[in-house]
Structure formats: C-alpha cells, structure tokens
C-alpha cells in the first residue's frame, strides 16, 4: 500500500523528537534489563530468594503480574523499580466506582510504597486479546485507569505510572505487519478503545506496554523470516519498509514500529513504548519449533548488549524504552503447547538454565558453549501424547481419573479401544488407559487448537507407545 501522508521521513524524526530519545531505562545508570517475575508453577523459590536470583542475573527491575503482599515485601529495599499489576476480572468494578479504585490503591500499592519502588501500575493483561470480555471489560479500561489516576493523585503519589499491556494481536494484522508502515489498530478497537487509552497515557506522560515476541512471528514464518534476523544477529540482512525508506536489521525493531506508526495514525504517534514482555522459549513440544536453550540464550543475551547502547528502533532511535524478559522461571502449571512453560531464565528449584547478564556488560564470547539446537527446522515424524512420566511416577489416581474421564467424554468414539474386551482394555490400568485417552483425544482435536497438556499431566513423544494388538495413532495418522 502507499505510505500515509503522516509517515513520511520528516514525520518520522519528529516522533523521536518528542519522545525524549535518551538512554534506554532498565540499560542505563548501571540496571540491566526488567524480569517478569510469573508463578504459576510448583515449588519455586520463595520471594526472598528470588530476588537473590534476579540480582545474580543483572535484573533492573521487576513486573510481576498482581500485587502479592509477600513479593512486594521481598523487594523492599531493593531499589529496583517494580510493576504491579490490577487482574483483569476486577476492571468493570474498579470502572464503576472510584472508591472501589481507591480501595484497591489503599491495600494493594500504599502498605509498600515507598519502600517497594512501584514505577508501574498496570491494569488488566491483554485484555484487547480476549474476545470474550469484549463488551463486559474493553470499555471500562479507561475508566478503570482514570479512577485509579485519580485514587494516585488524591494521596500525592505522582511517579507511579498507570498503563495496560497489549499483545501484537491488536493490530490489524498481529504480530507481524509487515511492512510496519502499513500497520493500524484493529478495527473493532482502534476508535473505542485504543484512541481513549492513548489519550490518557498522553495526558499522564505514561508508555505503550506491548508484549512483543519475535520466537512466534519466526515460528510461523519460518520459511521466509531468518532465524538469525529474529536472534539479532542477522549481519548483513536488511529489510527496508518500502513506505519509509527505514532499513530494519532484525525482526523485534519492525514489530515494535509497527504499533509506533499505528498510534502515529491515531494522532498519538509521541506516546512512550515500553516492552511490556519480550523473550524465547528454552524448550518446546515436538509439533513446535526452535524453543531450546541455544536460541533462548542467544535472543536474551543479545538483546542485553544491544539496549545496553540504547538503540531505539529505526522510527525513533535512542528513545528511552522500558524492556522486560519474559520470564523468571519455567512456569510448570501453565497452560496451552509446552513454549509456555518455558520462557525461564531459571528452572523451578533454582539453577539457570543458562548463564546470562541482564546489564548487557558481559562480553559475548566469555559465555562457555551452549548446547547445540535440534529443533530449529520442523520435526516431521509421528508424535503421540502420553501420560507424563512425572505423573506417573507420582500418581494422583483423583487427578488423573478426571482428566481421563474428560478425555473420553470428548469426540467420538474416543475411549472406545479401552473398554472392557476391547484392544487397549489390557492392561487395565490408570497410567495405561490414560495415555491411550490423552491421545486418542488429542489426535482428534489437536488441529483445532488442542493441546497435549491436560493439567500438567501429559508430554509428547515420539516414542511409540503401541504395544500387541493395541495401536495408538499418531499425528501423521489424523
């Protein structure tokens, strides 16, 4: 399409101009980048030693994604600067009453300011990403920030900023407009919900949060995107935006121009961006691709290097811009494919899963050799879902009954082979039926979205567990 009448390279330089481009916050004045501190895992570390954790990887600040009493209190003292976080389901409420709002400041933010430092104060995750809640919460998140603004005002507190964090799915085209000159807001939310929320973090001189992931852009476009244009280590590679003229040396620079030029045709294009989550899986499912350690390590750590030199994007360089690694830990209990619980730069009991330095200090080459990759071309043999290992090993016989009892109620025919006098009766066994209904039901429903994960209790393998007369089927049979 023909480049906006806005975007041309003039336009472009004064959005720089306005937006203060100076050193990147989180890689400047000694911090290294944000930590998203998630848990929704078993037995993590307490919060106390989570921040010993935090500060042996070069963390310069901390989001979590509520305002748990006990994590606030770890980080008393630290210094860093903290985000905090209002859950979705209470945004209409918090909408329609400013004392519901000022309740909510009074017991969540007051009892550890200022001793926690709270810079950020963010209400509802994703929100514009869930459809289902489009008429009960998307309206009311303006009204819910504006109540909460003034709760901060009415008590003197005016260096906590307020915003939300959006996913690359409210453009038009998700998370990879490409070229970003073309990119724009969805249309069911760029005039009711979008141009509001820019107008209030103009007003309240707040940032953008944007959750943006280069892993998925390549994963889904595996065949045309460079790996290494996604690592930033893309050398020579260049694309260049044929509506600016502006050359792009890897893929989280396009994605996150893509929502600056978006607001800039809302007329808000001065608004502050700040990486809401940024990151890469260390590990993935069969059916997934490039989710491993070496990927991880080398997107993390390059990442620290390049906002150490304050880069900015192409549309605005040098512009100072909160960035936050996705995630703390491998979170375990998380649902969906198996990228989701692994987005950690530490395993659950602790140990790194790679070494990294947040600041951006450590030379790349006094890294000690990561494990090579062996997923990063799609794997192209059968897969089947099977009860995990773990859950077998440890078995909840109430646990496992219910999800195989879900299982079986799903789709047609799917627990037949197990029933009595049938091929995959014997044996009769929780462990051995489960992995039989896990399957069957997932080879069923897996192309619309089903997952092998069922409460933590399934893996993939590639491994057949057929076993006589008992045939599993396969990925490459459905």
């Given at each position: 399409?023909?480049?906006?009448?806005?975007?041309?390279?003039?336009?472009?330089?004064?959005?720089?101009?306005?937006?203060?481009?100076?050193?990147?916050?989180?890689?400047?004045?000694?911090?290294?980048?944000?930590?998203?501190?998630?848990?929704?895992?078993?037995?993590?570390?307490?919060?106390?030693?989570?921040?010993?954790?935090?500060?042996?990887?070069?963390?310069?600040?901390?989001?979590?994604?509520?305002?748990?009493?006990?994590?606030?209190?770890?980080?008393?003292?630290?210094?860093?600067?903290?985000?905090?976080?209002?859950?979705?389901?209470?945004?209409?409420?918090?909408?329609?009453?400013?004392?519901?709002?000022?309740?909510?400041?009074?017991?969540?933010?007051?009892?550890?300011?200022?001793?926690?430092?709270?810079?950020?104060?963010?209400?509802?995750?994703?929100?514009?990403?869930?459809?289902?809640?489009?008429?009960?919460?998307?309206?009311?998140?303006?009204?819910?920030?504006?109540?909460?603004?003034?709760?901060?005002?009415?008590?003197?507190?005016?260096?906590?900023?307020?915003?939300?964090?959006?996913?690359?799915?409210?453009?038009?085209?998700?998370?990879?407009?490409?070229?970003?000159?073309?990119?724009?807001?969805?249309?069911?939310?760029?005039?009711?919900?979008?141009?509001?929320?820019?107008?209030?973090?103009?007003?309240?001189?707040?940032?953008?949060?944007?959750?943006?992931?280069?892993?998925?852009?390549?994963?889904?476009?595996?065949?045309?995107?460079?790996?290494?244009?996604?690592?930033?280590?893309?050398?020579?590679?260049?694309?260049?935006?044929?509506?600016?003229?502006?050359?792009?040396?890897?893929?989280?620079?396009?994605?996150?121009?893509?929502?600056?030029?978006?607001?800039?045709?809302?007329?808000?294009?001065?608004v502050k961006l700040a990486i809401a989550e940024t990151g890469w899986p260390n590990g993935c499912d069969y059916d997934q691709i490039g989710g491993n350690v070496h990927n991880a390590a080398i997107y993390n750590r390059n990442l620290a290097v390049r906002m150490v030199k304050n880069p900015g994007t192409p549309v605005r360089p040098g512009a100072n811009m909160p960035v936050f690694v996705f995630s703390l830990y491998n979170e375990d209990?998380?649902?969906?494919?198996?990228?989701?619980?692994?987005?950690?730069?530490?395993?659950?009991?602790?140990?790194?899963?790679?070494?990294?330095?947040?600041?951006?200090?450590?030379?790349?080459?006094?890294?000690?050799?990561?494990?090579?990759?062996?997923?990063?071309?799609?794997?192209?043999?059968?897969?089947?879902?099977?009860?995990?290992?773990?859950?077998?090993?440890?078995?909840?016989?109430?646990?496992?009954?219910?999800?195989?009892?879900?299982?079986?109620?799903?789709?047609?025919?799917?627990?037949?082979?197990?029933?009595?006098?049938?091929?995959?009766?014997?044996?009769?066994?929780?462990?051995?039926?489960?992995?039989?209904?896990?399957?069957?039901?997932?080879?069923?429903?897996?192309?619309?979205?089903?997952?092998?994960?069922?409460?933590?209790?399934?893996?993939?393998?590639?491994?057949?567990?057929?076993?006589?007369?008992?045939?599993?089927?396969?990925?490459?049979?459905?």
């Open positions: 399409m023909a480049a906006s009448p806005l975007l041309t390279l003039p336009f472009l330089f004064l959005l720089c101009a306005t937006v203060a481009c100076r050193g990147a916050y989180g890689a400047s004045g000694g911090y290294g980048l944000g930590v998203n501190y998630g848990r929704v895992a078993d037995d993590i570390p307490s919060p106390r030693r989570s921040v010993e954790l935090l500060r042996a990887a070069g963390a310069g600040s901390v989001k979590i994604y509520d305002a748990n009493p006990g994590v606030l209190r770890a980080l008393a003292g630290t210094r860093w600067p903290v985000s905090i976080m209002v859950p979705n389901e209470i945004i209409p409420d918090l909408a329609a009453s400013a004392a519901a709002a000022d309740r909510w400041v009074a017991e969540n933010l007051v009892p550890y300011y200022p001793a926690t430092r709270v810079k950020f104060l963010l209400v509802g995750n994703e929100i514009l990403s869930d459809h289902s809640i489009a008429n009960s919460t998307w309206p009311r998140l303006v009204p819910a920030m504006e109540n909460i603004h003034r709760s901060l005002r009415k008590r003197g507190i005016s260096s906590v900023k307020i915003g939300t964090t959006l996913a690359m799915d409210s453009l038009a085209d998700g998370a990879f407009p490409r070229p970003p000159s073309a990119a724009e807001f969805r249309a069911d939310i760029a005039e009711a919900v979008v141009r509001p929320l820019l107008h209030f973090l103009n007003g309240t001189n707040s940032y953008y949060f944007v959750d943006a992931y280069p892993y998925f852009v390549w994963a889904d476009n595996n065949l045309t995107v460079s790996l290494d244009y996604a690592l930033f280590q893309g050398g020579r590679l260049r694309y260049v935006d044929p509506g600016t003229g502006l050359a792009y040396t890897n893929l989280l620079d396009e994605m996150l121009d893509a929502v600056v030029i978006a607001m800039a045709k809302l007329g808000y294009g001065h209990l998380k649902p969906g494919p198996g990228t989701e619980r692994h987005w950690g730069l530490y395993y659950a009991n602790g140990t790194a899963v790679y070494e990294i330095d947040l600041t951006g200090r450590r030379p790349l080459w006094s890294y000690p050799p990561l494990p090579a990759p062996e997923n990063n071309t799609p794997y192209k043999g059968p897969i089947w879902c099977v009860l995990s290992a773990a859950a077998s090993n440890k078995l909840n016989e109430t646990a496992v009954g219910n999800a195989l009892s879900y299982a079986c109620g799903q789709g047609n025919g799917t627990c037949d082979a197990i029933q009595p006098g049938k091929m995959c009766y014997m044996p009769n066994t929780t462990v051995a039926h489960a992995s039989y209904a896990f399957n069957s039901y997932w080879q069923q429903f897996r192309k619309i979205g089903a997952t092998c994960y069922f409460n933590n209790l399934a893996e993939q393998t590639i491994k057949d567990p057929s076993h006589g007369s008992c045939k599993f089927p396969s990925s490459l049979d459905s």
